[in-house]
């Protein structure tokens, strides 16, 4: 355990000299701060004001931008590392293997999780020096949710990062499969439907199975309880979860997916030839 939390910290290190992790902070700092500008947090649209707008909209936008952020810093990972040749320094450290990619994971899911968190913190600093209303139960969901996103494409990303021989072919893998699940979310979901005249219960459980459908959906729950946006597909969900069930399995199932694609990607790394 010494050995793994050492590597978090060393990767943690690393990456908060990196020039991406300027770029991420900057990112999602400066989405609050263009939301406090235009004033979102103090408007009123459909019953909606203070935080509760503005963590809206945050939430929306950090569902496309996240994951692309966490898929491309983290597949440069195990494969940079390959072609730098650390795995030739490392082999002659005392330090296994599993300490060494499990603490890669670690300290990079604090790094990546720790600007949208603060962000999230400075808004509701902001909203209580304002005076205004702060959705706790909204914020600690919210705040669940891009947690378990930043973990799912964590681990897909140490996946493909294992799978991939380069640098160039893990950032090529970890685009294609954002924009697979970006484009599932609905448009291509509802062709395949028409097309194939599938059941509603089989389109719906696809979509389900999409980290990101599940992100979205969860994150309109909350203001809109009978998701009445989704139209009849919310039916199909609200009648096999229930409001409370879909919320919690928002939260296991991207848990599971990103520690089922770590650990095969560490089932893969450890059978493979490092150097």
């Known amino acids: 355990m010494k050995h793994l939390w050492l590597n978090a910290y060393a990767d943690i290190i690393e990456s908060l000299r990196a020039r991406w992790f300027m770029v991420y902070t900057m990112v999602f700092g400066g989405l609050v701060v263009v939301l406090f500008v235009f004033g979102l947090a103090e408007s009123r649209i459909m019953g909606f004001t203070g935080l509760t707008r503005l963590l809206l909209t945050y939430i929306q936008l950090s569902m496309a931008i996240l994951p692309i952020f966490v898929l491309i810093t983290t597949v440069r990972s195990v494969a940079g590392d390959r072609e730098a040749g650390v795995f030739e320094y490392l082999l002659s450290l005392p330090i296994t293997l599993s300490a060494w990619y499990w603490g890669k994971m670690i300290g990079r899911f604090l790094i990546v999780f720790l600007p949208v968190f603060l962000a999230m913190v400075g808004a509701v600093i902001w909203g209580v020096i304002k005076g205004v209303e702060v959705p706790w139960p909204l914020l600690v969901y919210y705040t669940l949710l891009l947690m ?13 990062s294992t799978v991939a021989r380069s640098s160039d072919v893990a950032q090529g893998a970890a685009f294609v499969v954002w924009l697979t699940l970006l484009l599932f979310l609905d448009l291509i979901l509802l062709g395949v439907m028409i097309q194939e005249q599938l059941p509603a219960e089989t389109a719906v459980a696809i979509a389900l199975a999409n980290p990101m459908q599940v992100f979205r959906t969860a994150s309109m729950m909350l203001f ?7 139209g009849p597909s919310a039916y199909v969900i609200l009648d096999n979860f229930g409001r409370v069930g879909y919320m919690v399995y928002a939260i296991v ?4 997916v990103g520690t089922l694609c770590a650990a095969a990607g560490y089932h893969m790394f450890k059978r493979s030839d490092l150097p």
């Open 253 to 256: 199932y991207p848990v599971v």
């Open 148 to 160: 378990v996103l930043a973990w799912c494409f964590l681990g897909i990303g140490m996946l493909i």
């Open 224 to 230: 809109d309880p009978q998701l009445v946006v989704l």
